[in-house]
């Protein structure tokens, strides 16, 4: 059974940094295309960031580029997102999402982690 | 800054059938962005129902289908039921990314 566990979310002062974690288990994590989605509490969901199988392509949301890095350990099994100097408008839950096999479709979630940006 | 456009908000009958759509607020959506439909109750994760465009993902009950209407994509819940109530959302996959249309809240009543 898939399953993504993201952990690091809380809250942080504007100007802060956080990195998020996502183990992932179930499937064959070198394989897959993976994405950050955030959600503001009320709101609709936003496509943050994207990252190939091994690595080497990323992209990123206009509104993150800049300030947010996502990586991957295919060692470990875990998909990252750095976010450096946060601001209030990037306070909502991120969510980790699997690709389907061969695309960059986004079909497994995670269950969330909430952060929270303020003074 | 093209968008992708949802109705707001729509609302069924128990047993009914409805159809969602989505779209562009500039141009046409085709299966090149393989449009995709998710689901999402309060308090909960969003849950795949469809991907490009029309392919059902793992465990969905086959009264949810996607297919494309004119210059639109589109889901459609055949025998709606009360579970079914949640906001659904698409998303159209471009060159170097994703973008989600603003969602649909579907009550069932």
């Known amino acids: 059974e898939v399953q993504l566990v993201e952990s690091g979310g809380g809250l942080v002062q504007p100007g802060g940094s956080l990195r998020l974690s996502c183990a992932a288990s179930?499937?064959?994590?070198?394989?897959?295309?993976m994405h950050w989605v955030r959600q503001v509490p009320g709101k609709g969901l936003v496509w943050v960031s994207r990252?190939?199988?091994?690595?080497?392509?990323?992209n990123y949301a206009d509104s993150v580029t800049g300030r947010f890095t996502i990586s991957r350990d295919n060692a470990k099994n875990t998909l990252y997102l750095q976010m450096n100097s946060l601001r209030a408008e990037d306070t909502a839950v991120y969510y980790c999402?699997?690709?389907?096999?061969?695309?960059?479709?986004?079909?497994?979630w995670g269950q969330g982690s909430p952060v929270t940006v303020s003074s | 800054q093209t968008v992708v456009t949802q109705e707001p908000s729509f609302s069924v009958s128990p047993g009914g059938t409805v159809t969602l759509t989505c779209g562009l607020s500039s141009g046409s959506v085709t299966t090149n962005f393989h449009p995709s439909w998710y689901q999402q109750t309060p308090g909960q994760a969003p849950r795949t129902l469809i991907y490009s465009t029309k392919t059902r993902f793992s465990g969905v009950p086959d009264r949810f289908s996607g297919s494309m209407l004119g210059n639109k994509a589109a889901l459609t819940i055949t025998g709606a039921q009360a579970d079914d109530e949640a906001d659904y959302y698409c998303?159209?996959?471009?060159?170097?990314?994703?973008?989600f249309g603003g969602g649909t809240r579907l009550t069932v009543l």
């Open positions: 999402t699997r690709s389907v096999q061969w695309t960059t479709i986004a079909a497994h």
């Open positions: 179930g499937f064959t994590f070198s394989n897959y295309w």
């Open positions: 998303v159209l996959y471009m060159g170097n990314g994703m973008m």
């Open positions: 990252i190939n199988s091994d690595g080497s392509s990323t």
